[in-house]
């Protein structure tokens, strides 16, 4: 069993910045894959970004330029830099990890951004 844990949210003003932090518990070597999911209230959970064991990197549109992904496998623990932070961003944000088809998922850390 892999446990992932979230750090990293608040409360910030519009076009302010945070980084989270996911810290796993086992090595994150395993996973050729992790990633960022958020879920506002009232709505589906949604990917944000994604990295793989080689860095290659996704992002959702809604994203793309403002975050970045990263990961320090030295450190077991994925990140993510959040930039221009808008409104719309606001949400508990998921840190992800499939791997031989389970998925395993952090508790959450919640994003609240101010206008």
């Known amino acids: 069993q892999v446990q992932l844990v979230e750090s990293g949210g608040g409360l910030v003003q519009a076009g302010g910045s945070l980084r989270l932090s996911c810290a796993a518990s086992?090595?994150?070597?395993?996973?050729?894959?992790m990633g960022w999911y958020r879920q506002a209230p009232g709505r589906q959970r949604e990917l944000v970004a994604t990295i793989t064991s080689g860095g290659r990197t996704n992002y959702a549109d809604s994203v793309k330029g403002r975050f970045t992904i990263s990961r320090d496998n030295a450190k077991n623990t994925v990140y993510l830099e959040m930039n221009s932070l808008k409104p719309e961003d606001t949400a508990v944000y998921y840190c992800n990890a499939p791997i031989l088809g389970r998925n395993f998922w952090g508790q959450g850390t919640q994003v609240t951004v101010s206008s």
């Open positions: 086992a090595s994150i070597f395993m996973f050729n894959v």
